[in-house]
């Protein structure tokens, strides 16, 4: 079992930066890839970015690519997304999620059924 909750989001304005948090606890962080999704009012929830179990490797969607970066400490068993240059288009629910079956890495950590643990969300809400 795994529990996960975020926190960090808010209102900015557009051209502004947010920091996510996701801390997890239960069975061992250091063992299994994290990723972050997001989704808008009337949208599909989707991938945004994705780190292995060690952070030694990331992925990204094209929207956020060069803008939002992933990171983690295992030690603090934290997830992180900075998001920077923020677009009213970001305006979403965010959530982490946790691949603890090491199915993500088969879609390039992009599917979010390869995700079998979700935090509730945190808002996001960038004002043009």
């Known amino acids: 079992q795994v529990q996960l909750a975020e926190s960090g989001g808010g209102l900015v304005q557009a051209g502004g930066s947010l920091r996510l948090s996701c801390t997890a606890s239960g069975r061992t962080f250091s063992s299994y890839a994290m990723g972050w999704f997001r989704q808008a009012p009337g949208k599909e929830r989707e991938f945004v970015a994705a780190t292995s179990w060690s952070g030694g490797s990331t992925y990204y969607a094209d929207s956020a690519k060069g803008r939002f970066t992933i990171s983690r400490d295992n030690a603090k068993k934290t997830v992180y997304l900075q998001m920077n240059s923020l677009k009213p288009e970001d305006t979403a629910v965010y959530y982490c999620?946790?691949?603890?079956?090491?199915?993500?890495?088969?879609?390039?950590?992009?599917?979010?059924?390869?995700?079998?643990?979700w935090g509730q969300g945190t808002q996001v809400t960038v004002s043009s």
């Open positions: 999620a946790a691949d603890t079956k090491d199915a993500a890495r088969y879609s390039m950590y992009r599917s979010r059924r390869s995700y079998d643990y």
